[in-house]
C-alpha cells in the first residue's frame, strides 16, 4: 500500500499493539484493493504466522487479523497452512546481513496444499523481504505453484535491493 513512514507508519504501530485490531481490520480492508480482481481463481488468504510465544506477548496477531479482514472483504477463503516452529529473533532489530539466517527453516506446512490454488502471503511490513521469501520457498516445496504478496508497509529505501 505504501511506505512504512508518516500516517501508515503511526497506523501499522497501532495495528501491532494489543488495542489495534480496529486498526489491523481496517488496513486489511483497504490492503484488498491491490490484488481484487487480479486473479482467475479464488487464492487462499495466508497470514505469516508468528510464534505462540510472540503472539502471547505481543497480545495480538497483526498478519492474521489483516489476513482475515481482507478474507472477508474479498469472499476468498482464508487458511493458516503455516506455522512457525521455533522462536525468532525480532527480524527489525537484526543486521541485513541476519536476516535470511533467523528465518531459515523457521517455518513448516501444517496441512496439504491445493496444487492449484493461488496463495496470498499477508502481512504488515515487509523490509529485506527474507521472510516472505522462506515462506515462499517451503510453500513451493510443499507444492503451491502460485504465491503472492500484500502487505501493508515497504520499509524505507535503504533496505531496498538487498
Same mark, same amino acid.
Given at each position: 500500500?505504501?511506505?512504512? $513512514?508518516?500516517?501508515?507508519?503511526? /497506523?501499522?504501530?497501532?495495528?501491532?499493539?494489543? +488495542? !489495534?485490531?480496529? /486498526?489491523?481490520?481496517?488496513?486489511?480492508? @483497504?490492503?484488498?484493493?491491490?490484488? $481484487?480482481?487480479? =486473479? %482467475?481463481?479464488?487464492?487462499? *488468504?495466508?497470514?505469516?504466522?508468528?510464534?505462540? %510465544? +510472540?503472539?502471547?506477548?505481543?497480545?495480538?496477531?497483526?498478519?492474521? *487479523?489483516? #489476513?482475515?479482514?481482507? #478474507?472477508?472483504?474479498?469472499?476468498?477463503?482464508?487458511?493458516?497452512?503455516?506455522?512457525?516452529?521455533?522462536?525468532?529473533?525480532?527480524?527489525? $532489530?537484526?543486521?541485513? &546481513?541476519?536476516?535470511?539466517?533467523?528465518?531459515?527453516? #523457521?517455518? /513448516?506446512?501444517?496441512?496439504?496444499?491445493?496444487?492449484?490454488?493461488?496463495?496470498? @502471503?499477508?502481512?504488515?511490513?515487509? =523490509?529485506?523481504?527474507? %521472510?516472505?521469501?522462506?515462506?515462499?520457498?517451503?510453500?513451493?516445496?510443499? !507444492? #503451491?505453484? $502460485?504465491?503472492?504478496?500484500?502487505?501493508?508497509?515497504?520499509? &524505507?529505501?535503504?533496505?531496498?535491493?538487498?
Amino acid at each position: 500500500m505504501g511506505n512504512y $513512514e508518516g500516517t501508515l507508519r503511526k /497506523a501499522v504501530l497501532l495495528a501491532k499493539s494489543n +488495542r !489495534g485490531t480496529p /486498526a489491523a481490520w481496517d488496513l486489511g480492508q @483497504l490492503l484488498t484493493s491491490n490484488l $481484487e480482481g487480479k =486473479t %482467475t481463481m479464488q487464492p487462499w *488468504i495466508v497470514p505469516v504466522p508468528m510464534h505462540w %510465544t +510472540r503472539r502471547i506477548r505481543r497480545g495480538t496477531d497483526t498478519a492474521a *487479523i489483516l #489476513a482475515k479482514s481482507f #478474507a472477508r472483504k474479498t469472499g476468498w477463503p482464508y487458511r493458516k497452512l503455516v506455522y512457525c516452529q521455533r522462536r525468532l529473533a525480532k527480524q527489525s $532489530e537484526l543486521p541485513i &546481513t541476519s536476516r535470511k539466517k533467523n528465518v531459515r527453516n #523457521a517455518f /513448516a506446512v501444517q496441512r496439504p496444499i491445493l496444487l492449484d490454488r493461488p496463495i496470498v @502471503l499477508v502481512d504488515d511490513i515487509m =523490509t529485506t523481504g527474507a %521472510t516472505l521469501v522462506e515462506l515462499s520457498r517451503i510453500l513451493r516445496k510443499a !507444492g #503451491a505453484s $502460485e504465491i503472492r504478496v500484500a502487505i501493508v508497509a515497504r520499509s &524505507t529505501p535503504q533496505y531496498l535491493n538487498v
